[in-house]
């Protein structure tokens, strides 16, 4: 096993994304967010999973997890495909957002529960 635990693939990665909207639209923004993007993210190779998180505290806020194989394959999604989906995503949502962070990380361990 090499030092991260693995054997010889490349570590799994996480897009993270902070995004503040109007709270009266947080939940369109959730909705909208799944038709569109996650929809599109699913047809891509390395895709594993997407966690939306939202705050008890601060109705403005939405967090997104998006869980890829490696980061390879995160970024061979094309462009051109990445800002049509952009563009269908802000078409459909029809509010406006702020972007305030996104991130890349990596998966350094995962402890589960037996």
Known sequence: MGQSGSIGLMPMIVEWLRIKIAPEYRETFVQKDDEVWTTFLRQY?????????????????????????????????????????????????????????????QVRKTTAIR
């Open 45 to 105: 190779p390395g895709f594993l999973r997407k966690e939306v998180w939202i705050s008890p505290d601060d109705f403005s806020e939405v967090m997104i997890a998006i869980y890829w194989a490696t980061v390879e394959q995160q970024q061979a999604i094309p462009k051109a495909a990445l800002d049509a989906v952009e563009q269908r995503f802000l078409a459909a949502l029809e509010v406006p957002f702020q972007l305030l962070e996104i991130r890349l990380y």
